[in-house]
């Protein structure tokens, strides 16, 4: 008697099909549309990053590094990456190379001080969260990891504040935090 579940595709197999079909969607444009090499490596490592392939994704950020040292979005997608496998301190440096390198990019000011509250650097992540909310007054994100850095510092008043505002800017998980800690 044939067994035919033996030849049903699990879910982990179709999911595993279903990114490897989707990394070379995301690649044959890379081949034909003459981009540069710095900007292949990227667009790969973002994939990469995607899928949840954060060591990759590292890579790739990494090899647009070498060939351009002075590219700021690398370092900031390669600091994403270095967040997500929890390298707090590494994440960091990139951020900081991109500062270094474009000191009016709000979003590197911003995952810096985010991935500072991480390593309990709550003071010096406020610093970066002013400084991205004085880049970009709009970021409901910027508010709301400021937020979390002057709870951990005991600041509930300035904290309630930074919420109430990151919720009144659209950032609907800000209203949990209100709830929970704001009269």
């Not at 351009?68 to 590494?90: H, L, M, V």
């Not at 990019?105 to 002013?130: H, Q, V």
């Amino acid at each position: 008697m044939h067994n035919y579940q033996d030849e049903r595709i699990n879910s982990t197999d179709q999911l595993d099909v279903m990114k490897r079909l989707l990394i070379i969607l995301l690649l044959i444009p890379l081949i034909s549309f003459g981009q540069s090499e710095i900007e292949d490596r990227v667009e790969v490592g973002d994939a990469k990053y995607i899928l949840e392939d954060y060591y990759g994704a590292i890579a790739d950020y990494t090899k647009a590094i070498e060939l351009d040292p002075e590219y700021e979005i690398a370092y900031t997608r390669r600091g994403d990456a270095k967040i997500e496998i929890e390298d707090y301190y590494g994440a960091i440096a990139d951020f900081t190379k991109a500062i270094e390198l474009d000191p009016e990019f709000e979003y590197a000011y911003a995952m810096r001080g985010y991935s500072k509250y991480f390593i309990d650097s709550c003071s010096s992540a406020i610093e970066d969260l002013n400084k991205a909310i004085e880049l970009d007054p709009e970021d409901s994100y910027s508010y709301w990891f400021r937020g979390l850095a002057k709870e951990s510092l005991g600041y509930i008043n300035g904290a309630c504040s930074d919420w109430r505002k990151s919720a009144e800017l659209g950032y609907t998980d800000a209203a949990t935090l209100i709830a929970e800690n704001c009269n």
